[in-house]
């Protein structure tokens, strides 16, 4: 059974910054991109960042230089650091883990920065 647990939301002020965490279990953490993507109310969720792997990544134009995507295997986590927070950065976060043969999302987690 596949859990991905999200933690590291909350609420911080436009410039500042959080750390997501996404703990995976259930999977064999190699073989999966994972990736985090964020969704508002009445928009489509869309990707933040991905991260092969091979340590490959890539990132939503809107987070590119402020926000980074890291796996630690030993620990079957995979973080997003998010930099100079702005206020279109408020949503929920989700984590994804996705290979060929599945899909998997986590429970998500609330970001609200303030202005």
């Known amino acids: 059974q596949v859990q991905l647990v999200e933690s590291g939301g909350g609420l911080v002020q436009a410039g500042g910054s959080l750390r997501l965490s996404c703990a995976a279990s259930g999977i064999i953490f190699s073989r999966y991109t994972m990736g985090w993507y964020r969704q508002t109310p009445g928009k489509q969720r869309e990707l933040v960042a991905e991260i092969t792997s091979g340590g490959d990544t890539n990132y939503a134009d809107s987070v590119k230089g402020r926000f980074t995507i890291s796996r630690d295997s030993a620990k079957n986590t995979v973080y997003l650091q998010m930099n100079s927070l702005k206020p279109e950065d408020t949503a929920v976060y989700y984590c994804?883990?996705?290979?060929?043969?599945?899909?998997?999302w986590g429970q998500g987690t609330q970001v609200t920065v303030s202005s």
């Open positions: 994804n883990a996705r290979a060929w043969f599945g899909n998997d």
